[in-house]
């Protein structure tokens, strides 16, 4: 897998910037449903995630396996196991089919369970949408805060419930596609956001949102020009000051200059740089998994304890 540049602190400085013009706060809600789409995945790349784990990374390498209809058929029991048998034996046909053709091997021909066809089908799913994988990861990270930021519990308040519901529909649709489900727009729906949400919705993007990103971006900045690297994290290290506050906090040991803006910059920062680790498309080293193992806990009980 690809590295984009240098480090990750450069990768992250240059989502940060995107995210700056991705999140358009007055057509965030009319965007997302494309965006949600997006993130779908077809049945395809899912069968390819799912095989990998199906056999041992020896029986994987050795080719033992073959990944033909009856391995097909015991992957649709397993992944959609209330759909009908004719249109699990279509979607069998169609896989098979698309294996083949992806693969570019005649129908009759043998498509080997092993790492080389794997690795191939993973690189040719990741480039069919013509966006290069930075493009992607830079899309999953904006709609990961953009709801983060709609959701937020403030925000949430002063909103119509309309609004609110349709903002929450866009919630539950984002938790289906992350348990492997697909969606379309046209499941999600269409909402026509009323002027005055609109207008609450800017006012709190330039108030928290946008200041949150700016903030972002000078502490990477700060972090890349004294080229720190941390002993267990490496140069995303940086991020422990944002979570050593959070940790405070959610201890009912906060600052009283730690107000509600500083923390929702502290929280979007995290889950950046959290989405960014967790990527498919980001090269994983030890430094960022024990990131992910450090910081991942203390962040979900914060999400709980903003739900009370």
Not at 46 to 52: G, I, T
Not at 185 to 197: E, K, L, M, S, W
């Amino acid at each position: 897998m690809p590295e984009w540049s240098r480090n990750h602190l450069e990768n992250l400085d240059q989502i940060l910037e995107s995210l700056q013009w991705l999140i358009q706060p007055d057509t965030v809600l009319t965007e997302l449903p494309f965006d949600l789409e997006f993130l779908s995945r077809p049945d395809v790349e899912r069968l390819v995630e799912w095989s990998r784990k199906s056999v041992s990374k020896e029986e994987l390498a050795a080719g033992k396996f073959t990944l033909n209809k009856p391995m097909i058929r015991f992957f649709m029991q397993k992944t959609f196991p209330d759909l009908p048998p004719d249109m699990q034996k279509e979607k069998i046909d169609f896989l098979d089919r698309e294996l083949h053709n992806l693969l570019k091997l005649n129908a009759f021909e043998t498509v080997a369970l092993n790492t080389e066809n794997l690795d191939k089908l993973v690189d040719i799913l990741n480039n069919i949408e013509g966006e290069s994988h930075f493009d992607k990861t830079k899309k999953r990270i904006k709609i990961a805060i953009s709801l983060k930021w709609l959701q937020d519990k403030e925000l949430m308040a002063i909103l119509s419930p309309g609004t609110r519901q349709y903002v929450e529909r866009i919630g539950m649709f984002y938790g289906r596609i992350k348990k492997g489900e697909n969606v379309s727009v046209r499941d999600i729906g269409t909402y026509h956001t009323p002027p005055d949400d609109i207008k609450k919705i800017i006012d709190d993007y330039e108030l928290k949102v946008d200041f949150a990103l700016l903030g972002a971006r000078q502490d990477i900045n700060k972090a890349k020009q004294k080229f720190l690297n941390d002993p267990r994290f490496g140069p995303l290290g940086f991020i422990m000051e944002a979570v050593n506050r959070l940790s405070v906090y959610i201890d009912e040991q906060a600052d009283e200059d730690y107000d509600r803006t500083e923390l929702f910059k502290d929280t979007i920062f995290i889950a950046i740089i959290l989405n960014y680790v967790q990527d498919p498309y980001v090269k994983k080293s030890p430094e960022a998994n024990k990131l992910i193992q450090m910081v991942l806990p203390i962040y979900s009980k914060y999400k709980e304890l903003e739900t009370l």
